[in-house]
C-alpha cells in the first residue's frame, strides 16, 4: 500500500472510531437522562410552573438587553417583558443611537426622557452618553452609549442594575411568563448558587416554524437534551447558546465580562476560580426551559449564528487554558476540559474529514464495502437514534402539555437532520474553527484574568 493508501487508511479508522465513540457517548447520555428524568418526577411535579413565589421573599431581578441594535421588533420585545408575572423586576436595555435607530423606536413607543443619574463602575465600561427613563415603565432604562461591544453593553448594564440578580437576554429572544419565578427560586435555594441555566427551545410565535426552522428545533433537541437538566452543580458546563441569569457579587467580584468573552467564558471562568480559590460556586440548569428562541429564518442567519457559538466555545476554553490538563484542577483539568477541546472543537473536524475521506478511500479500493458501511452505520443510523432520544426526552418534560402534531413532526426532524442538516453543521463548525483566529485579530481579544 502507497503512502496515500495509509494515509486514506488511517483517516478512515480514525473517523470510524471517532464518530461511534461519539455515537454511543450521546446515546449513553441519553438514557442516563430517561432515568434521572423518571427519577425527577417529583421535582417536576413540585416546580415552579405548579407553584406561585411568596411575592415577600420574591428577590428582585434585573433584565438586561445588550443586543437590542439588533432586534428590529425590540419594542414588541420589551412590551413581552413587562407581561411578566412578578412582584419586582427592571428592564436595561443598551442602544448605541449612532448605530441604529432602536433608541429613537424606544423613546417614541415608551416616551422616554433623558435623566442625569451618576452610575457606579464596579465594572469597566465605554462611556454613556445618555440614560433615558420612561414615566409609563418606572422599571424601564435605556443607555445611549459608545461602541456597544456585547461584553462592554452587558458590563454597563450590571453597573446600571439595581437588584443582586441579572438575567441576559439576547436578542429575538423571549422570557416564559413565569420565568422569573422559576430562576429566584433557584437563587433563593442557596447562596452557593451563582448562575442558574435553561436550556434554549425553538418554539412557534405566532406563524409557523417551517421547514427549516422545524430542523433547528430537532437541532437543539439533540445539542441541548434534557438529561443536561440534571447534572453535576460543580461541573463544567460549555454551552453557547444557553440562558443564563447571574449573582451580580459574584460577576463584579469576576470584574466582569471581558473583550472577546461572553456569558460561556464567564461560566469557564467562575467554574476556574471556584476550583483555585476553593469556593462552593454551584450552576444550577433548570429542568424545563424558560426561554422561547426565534428561529432563523434564513440560511445566512443559521450559519453566522452558529460560526458565532463555535468561536465563543473556542475561545471560552482558550482564555482559560491553564486547566487542560492541569491536575491543580482536579476532575475538571483532567477530563471535562479535555473532553469538551476534543469534542467540541477538533471533533467536528475529524468527523467531516471522515465524511469526505471514508467514501474516497472507499472509491480508490482502500478500504473495504465492511468499513464504509460501519463508518454509515454509525454516521447516519446510530445519530438517528440519538436524535430519537432525544426527543423522547423531551417529551417526558413536555408531558403535561399533549399535542400529537409537535410529536410527529419532531420525529420526522429528528430522523430528517442526519441527513445533510448535521454534516452542514459540521463545515460550519469546521470554519469558526478556522476564523477564531482572525475573530481573536479583530477584536484585540486579550484576556487578561482578575489576578493579573
Given at each position: 500500500?502507497?503512502?496515500?493508501?495509509?494515509v486514506?487508511?488511517t483517516?478512515?479508522?480514525?473517523?470510524?472510531?471517532?464518530?461511534?465513540f461519539?455515537?454511543?457517548?450521546?446515546l449513553?447520555?441519553?438514557v442516563?437522562?430517561?432515568?434521572?428524568?423518571?427519577?425527577?418526577?417529583?421535582?417536576?411535579?413540585?416546580?415552579?410552573r405548579?407553584?406561585?413565589?411568596?411575592?415577600?421573599i420574591?428577590m428582585?431581578?434585573?433584565i438586561?438587553?445588550?443586543?437590542?441594535?439588533?432586534?428590529?421588533?425590540?419594542v414588541?420585545s420589551v412590551?413581552d417583558?413587562?407581561?411578566?408575572?412578578?412582584?419586582?423586576?427592571?428592564?436595561?436595555?443598551?442602544?448605541?443611537?449612532?448605530?441604529?435607530?432602536?433608541?429613537?423606536?424606544?423613546?417614541?413607543?415608551?416616551?422616554?426622557?433623558?435623566?442625569?443619574?451618576?452610575i457606579k463602575?464596579?465594572?469597566?465600561?465605554?462611556?454613556?452618553?445618555?440614560?433615558?427613563?420612561?414615566?409609563l415603565?418606572?422599571?424601564?432604562?435605556?443607555?445611549?452609549?459608545?461602541?456597544?461591544?456585547?461584553?462592554?453593553?452587558?458590563?454597563?448594564?450590571?453597573?446600571?442594575?439595581?437588584y443582586?440578580?441579572?438575567?441576559?437576554l439576547?436578542s429575538?429572544?423571549?422570557?416564559e411568563?413565569?420565568a422569573?419565578?422559576?430562576?429566584?427560586m433557584?437563587?433563593?435555594?442557596?447562596?452557593?448558587?451563582?448562575v442558574?441555566?435553561?436550556?434554549?427551545?425553538?418554539?412557534?410565535r405566532?406563524?409557523?416554524?417551517?421547514?427549516?426552522?422545524?430542523?433547528?428545533?430537532?437541532?437543539?433537541?439533540?445539542?441541548?437534551?434534557?438529561?443536561?437538566?440534571?447534572?453535576?452543580?460543580?461541573?463544567?458546563?460549555?454551552?453557547?447558546?444557553?440562558?443564563?441569569?447571574?449573582?451580580k457579587s459574584?460577576?463584579?467580584k469576576?470584574?466582569?465580562f471581558?473583550?472577546?468573552?461572553?456569558?460561556?467564558?464567564m461560566?469557564?471562568?467562575?467554574?476556574?476560580d471556584?476550583?483555585?480559590?476553593?469556593?462552593?460556586?454551584?450552576?444550577?440548569?433548570?429542568?424545563?426551559?424558560?426561554i422561547?428562541?426565534?428561529?432563523h429564518?434564513?440560511l445566512?442567519?443559521?450559519?453566522?449564528q452558529?460560526i458565532?457559538?463555535?468561536?465563543?466555545?473556542?475561545?471560552?476554553?482558550?482564555?482559560?487554558k491553564?486547566?487542560?490538563?492541569?491536575p491543580?484542577y482536579?476532575?475538571?483539568?483532567?477530563?471535562d476540559?479535555?473532553?469538551y477541546?476534543?469534542?467540541?472543537?477538533?471533533?467536528p473536524?475529524?468527523?467531516?474529514?471522515?465524511?469526505?475521506?471514508?467514501?474516497?478511500?472507499?472509491?480508490?479500493?482502500?478500504?473495504g464495502?465492511?468499513?464504509l458501511m460501519?463508518?454509515?452505520?454509525?454516521?447516519?443510523?446510530?445519530?438517528?437514534?440519538?436524535?430519537?432520544s432525544a426527543?423522547?426526552?423531551?417529551?417526558?418534560?413536555?408531558?403535561?402539555?399533549?399535542?400529537?402534531?409537535?410529536?410527529?413532526?419532531r420525529?420526522?426532524?429528528?430522523?430528517?437532520?442526519?441527513?445533510?442538516?448535521?454534516?452542514?453543521?459540521?463545515?460550519?463548525?469546521?470554519?469558526?474553527?478556522?476564523?477564531?483566529?482572525?475573530h481573536?485579530?479583530?477584536?484585540?481579544c486579550?484576556y487578561?484574568?482578575p489576578?493579573?
Amino acid at each position: 500500500m502507497n503512502v496515500l493508501g495509509t494515509v486514506l487508511l488511517t483517516i478512515s479508522a480514525v473517523a470510524i472510531v471517532y464518530v461511534l465513540f461519539v455515537g454511543y457517548d450521546g446515546l449513553i447520555k441519553l438514557v442516563t437522562s430517561l432515568i434521572r428524568i423518571g427519577g425527577y418526577s417529583e421535582t417536576l411535579q413540585n416546580s415552579p410552573r405548579k407553584r406561585q413565589l411568596n411575592a415577600d421573599i420574591a428577590m428582585p431581578v434585573s433584565i438586561i438587553m445588550p443586543d437590542c441594535d439588533k432586534d428590529p421588533n425590540v419594542v414588541s420585545s420589551v412590551k413581552d417583558i413587562f407581561t411578566q408575572d412578578y412582584p419586582e423586576f427592571e428592564l436595561i436595555l443598551i442602544c448605541n443611537s449612532e448605530a441604529s435607530n432602536s433608541l429613537d423606536k424606544l423613546i417614541k413607543a415608551f416616551s422616554l426622557v433623558k435623566i442625569h443619574q451618576p452610575i457606579k463602575k464596579s465594572l469597566p465600561m465605554k462611556d454613556v452618553r445618555g440614560v433615558y427613563r420612561s414615566p409609563l415603565h418606572m422599571n424601564l432604562t435605556v443607555l445611549d452609549k459608545e461602541g456597544c461591544e456585547r461584553y462592554d453593553a452587558m458590563n454597563a448594564g450590571v453597573n446600571v442594575s439595581r437588584y443582586p440578580i441579572f438575567v441576559i437576554l439576547g436578542s429575538g429572544i423571549l422570557l416564559e411568563k413565569n420565568a422569573l419565578t422559576q430562576i429566584a427560586m433557584s437563587f433563593a435555594r442557596s447562596f452557593s448558587v451563582v448562575v442558574v441555566g435553561s436550556l434554549p427551545r425553538i418554539q412557534e410565535r405566532g406563524k409557523p416554524l417551517g421547514f427549516l426552522g422545524s430542523m433547528q428545533e430537532a437541532e437543539y433537541l439533540r445539542m441541548f437534551p434534557a438529561g443536561l437538566t440534571v447534572v453535576d452543580k460543580k461541573r463544567l458546563s460549555v454551552m453557547p447558546g444557553t440562558f443564563g441569569a447571574y449573582r451580580k457579587s459574584t460577576i463584579i467580584k469576576e470584574r466582569g465580562f471581558i473583550q472577546g468573552g461572553s456569558e460561556t467564558e464567564m461560566v469557564v471562568r467562575l467554574t476556574r476560580d471556584a476550583i483555585k480559590k476553593r469556593e462552593k460556586y454551584e450552576f444550577e440548569l433548570l429542568p424545563y426551559p424558560v426561554i422561547i428562541n426565534d428561529p432563523h429564518r434564513t440560511l445566512g442567519e443559521l450559519v453566522r449564528q452558529r460560526i458565532k457559538w463555535e468561536v465563543e466555545t473556542i475561545l471560552s476554553l482558550w482564555f482559560n487554558k491553564k486547566m487542560l490538563f492541569n491536575p491543580k484542577y482536579g476532575r475538571t483539568g483532567m477530563l471535562d476540559t479535555p473532553y469538551y477541546w476534543f469534542f467540541s472543537i477538533i471533533g467536528p473536524f475529524i468527523e467531516l474529514l471522515g465524511c469526505i475521506v471514508v467514501p474516497i478511500a472507499y472509491i480508490f479500493g482502500f478500504i473495504g464495502l465492511d468499513l464504509l458501511m460501519a463508518f454509515l452505520a454509525v454516521e447516519i443510523i446510530l445519530n438517528v437514534v440519538v436524535s430519537l432520544s432525544a426527543v423522547v426526552s423531551q417529551e417526558i418534560l413536555d408531558g403535561d402539555v399533549s399535542n400529537s402534531e409537535r410529536t410527529l413532526r419532531r420525529t420526522v426532524c429528528a430522523i430528517l437532520n442526519n441527513f445533510g442538516y448535521r454534516q452542514m453543521m459540521l463545515v460550519i463548525s469546521v470554519i469558526g474553527l478556522f476564523s477564531t483566529g482572525a475573530h481573536k485579530e479583530d477584536c484585540g481579544c486579550k484576556y487578561i484574568h482578575p489576578e493579573g
